[in-house]
């Protein structure tokens, strides 16, 4: 089975946007809950943010004020910005399905991003 | 909203059994039966071992069980093997439509 695949820049400036692509394999994009997770280095997951085909979101309390995940179905893809960014957003981020309510069985590899000057 | 809170560590000796903890609240762990678990090998993204608190997605060994008592969720591994050492997640969904993470555990295998 495809991986997930997510791209983007490996380095962001502080106070910058943070933007990753997370590309779905198949036409699946239209069956599941789409979730972004991070995990700074050698610490916990932490949950981001979901969104459906529909458009539905929900976020990390902790996140919302910052994060936008948006969809793109003709291009399978799945999109994450988090703006003002500070060296704690520095992270492995993933993209996951969702195929049961929070859990998750399909990731991608992860991609690390610094936030850096 | 809170992590999930879960042993930093856990050893055990091959052919044991041990059991994993995560404690969460009644807007999570407690809300309903939608726990799962993940294996996270160094790295590696984490990999789905148990959903809905007792169920295991196919190819996922039967060593693998979990349960839920309250707030509190387990994950047992029983006949411990040297492949089974690695980070162990939990996760709950919540009642407020969110996904919370415990902190994780490392399991050692001695």
């Known amino acids: 089975q495809a991986q997930l695949q997510e791209s983007g820049p490996g380095l962001v400036k502080p106070s910058e946007t943070l933007s990753l692509t997370c590309a779905v394999p198949?036409?699946?994009?239209?069956?599941?809950?789409w979730s972004w997770i991070r995990q700074p280095p050698g610490k916990g997951l932490e949950w981001i943010g979901y969104?459906?085909?529909?458009?539905?979101?929900n976020y990390n309390p902790s996140l919302k004020s910052r994060v936008t995940i948006s969809i793109d179905t003709s291009k399978k893809q799945i999109s994450l910005k988090l703006s003002s960014v500070t060296a704690a957003d520095t992270a492995i981020y993933y993209c996951?399905?969702?195929?049961?309510?929070?859990?998750?069985?399909?990731w991608g590899q992860g991609t690390l991003v610094t936030a850096s000057s | 909203q809170s992590a999930l809170t879960q042993p930093a560590s856990v050893s055990g000796s091959p052919g044991q059994s041990i059991t994993l903890s995560c404690t969460g609240s009644?807007?999570?762990?407690?809300?309903?039966?939608?726990v799962s678990w993940y294996q996270q090998r160094p790295g590696k993204a984490p990999e789905l071992m148990i959903y809905?608190?007792?169920n295991r997605p196919s190819g996922v060994s039967n060593r693998f069980s979990g349960s839920k008592s309250g707030n509190t969720a387990s994950l047992t591994i029983s006949g411990l093997q040297a492949e089974d050492e690695a980070d162990y997640y939990c996760?709950?969904?919540?009642?407020?439509?969110?996904?919370?993470f415990g902190g994780g555990t490392k399991l050692t295998v001695l």
């Open positions: 996951a399905r969702d195929h049961d309510w929070g859990s998750f069985d399909f």
């Open positions: 198949d036409g699946s994009i239209t069956d599941y809950y």
């Open positions: 969104i459906y085909y529909s458009g539905n979101t």
């Open positions: 009644s807007n999570d762990v407690g809300y309903f039966d939608q």
């Open positions: 809905r608190v007792t």
């Open positions: 996760s709950s969904y919540t009642s407020t439509n969110t996904v919370v």
